[in-house]
């Protein structure tokens, strides 16, 4: 169970922590775009996959949450988005992206994640 613990850890930092720090030694995300669908690409997509559907490997070593899923859809919000990209999963796995991204970008990738899916 602890190696478990150990690594979703690492993929953790290695699929999104490391790649942030690498992106630029200015810091802002996407360039500082307000773009909801660049800032999901840079931010987002590396675990939620780029459309919003994540990748196998991520559900099921992270349990990382299929955005277009009616699951999801049928119960999210602005709001909770919002809370979610700023202050991360209650249970860890997702990092808080408060001083990653603007408040400007929180909002537009919110925008962007409340668009996923909407055409079935």
């Known amino acids: ?20 720090l690498v992106a630029g030694c200015n810091r802002r995300v996407a ?8 800032v999901f690409a840079e931010a987002c997509a590396r675990c939620h996959g780029p459309g919003g559907k994540p990748p196998v490997q ?11 899923a009616d699951e999801f859809r049928d119960r999210r919000s ?10 991360g ?11 990653a991204l603007s408040e400007p970008q929180i909002t537009a ?9 909407a055409a079935r």
């Open 58 to 68: 991520m559900v099921d070593s992270l349990g990382v949450r299929d955005l277009t």
């Open 31 to 38: 360039g500082g775009s307000t773009d909801g669908a660049k």
């Open 1 to 20: 169970m602890v190696r478990e613990g150990v690594r979703r850890i690492f993929l953790v930092v290695s699929l999104v922590v490391v790649p942030m």
């Open 89 to 99: 999963s209650g249970n860890g796995r997702m990092p808080a992206f408060a001083g």
């Open 109 to 117: 990738v919110a925008a962007y994640v409340m668009a996923l899916g």
């Open 78 to 87: 602005r709001a909770l988005i919002e809370n979610q990209v700023r202050h």
